[in-house]
């Protein structure tokens, strides 16, 4: 079976967004993984001193395939930093997964697929 790591920004952490419909939406879409037969787990992070352990113990976890970095983390220009750590931090700690991108929480899995 194939594996899928997300790692997005974590919702509940953008200011004046409804965080937790957000998150049940990522939560929706990590079920949709598993009716297409990939084993998946998801990582949220903030942009703080807590996203690298936290990302490296995700990528640590397992060999993945692949890992899908969220638009939540690609789009923001302020959060440019961090999607260069966490580019750095899957190539350092998950140098055998294939990277992928989606374009929102919807579509991460069609983002692994492309990559499979």
Wanted: glycine share 8%; net charge negative.
């Amino acid at each position: 079976m194939s594996s899928v790591l997300v790692v997005g920004y974590d919702p509940r952490a953008i200011p004046g967004v409804d965080g937790e419909a957000l998150y049940a939406a990522l939560d929706a879409e990590l079920a949709r993984f598993g009716e297409h037969g990939i084993d998946a787990a998801m990582t949220l992070i903030v942009f703080d001193e807590s996203a690298e352990p936290a990302l490296i113990s995700s990528l640590s976890e397992r060999p993945w395939d692949v890992v899908v970095i969220g638009g939540g983390i690609r789009k923001a220009e302020q959060l440019l930093p961090l999607f260069e750590q966490v580019v750095n931090l899957v190539r350092r700690h998950a140098p055998q997964a294939a990277i992928a991108f989606n374009t929102s929480g919807g579509d991460s899995v069609e983002a692994a697929q492309r990559r499979l």
